[in-house]
């Protein structure tokens, strides 16, 4: 992980940089470049997407994978990204956001996803993880589902709670997702 210490950005500029650097995460001011990403790590988050299209299909909400959210202040700066490897936004959230927003497919969200789901890599520093799901539970994401294929288990949080769940475990959307559930055995199934 590679970070640079960044001046503000209006959104057009961090779009710009974007593009042309790859993708990178704003955090207190510096800008975090991401590595790419090995299969394992693109097979969970294609199942994790998979489960939560059901709720897509249903009309509770809309799920997007390894796109940024930006948080912007009211001057119209950048004043911090992230890129989940998952988000979900509940529908009525999506919709208020939309007609406010109806150049909204030229830029990234400007809008804290209700769940974000971070898979471990191999790559990643579980101190370095600890402090992003610090950072999303201080903009306001209701629930956080960290997954670790190496340990097989699934932390979920939710403000001050934190819950571990095991492959004998089902992973629910809580009161986020009503009636969303999947078993977490099947993130981590073969294929």
């Not at 819950?163 to 099947?186: C, Y």
């Amino acid at each position: 992980m590679v970070t640079i210490q960044t001046e503000k950005l209006m959104i057009e500029d961090f779009i710009r940089l974007y593009e042309s650097e790859g993708p990178f995460e704003i955090i207190d001011g510096e800008r975090i470049l991401m590595s790419p990403t090995l299969p394992e790590h693109g097979k969970i988050v294609k199942r994790v997407v998979k489960a939560l299209l059901v709720c897509e299909d249903e009309g509770k909400g809309e799920v997007f994978f390894e796109q940024p959210f930006v948080l912007i202040d009211k001057s119209q700066w950048v004043k911090g990204s992230r890129v989940p490897d998952v988000m979900y936004f509940e529908a009525s959230r999506l919709k208020v956001y939309r007609e406010q927003n109806p150049d909204e497919d030229e830029k990234p969200y400007a809008l804290v996803p209700d769940i974000a789901v971070e898979v471990v890599s191999k790559t990643d520093s579980y101190t370095a993880l600890s402090q992003k799901v610090d950072v999303y539970l201080r903009d306001g994401v209701k629930m956080i589902w960290v997954i670790d294929p190496r340990r097989q288990v699934v932390e979920v949080y939710q403000g001050s709670q934190k819950i571990t769940l095991t492959e004998k475990d089902t992973l629910r959307g809580e009161e986020v997702i009503p009636g969303f559930e999947v078993p977490v055995a099947r993130l981590f199934e073969a294929n």
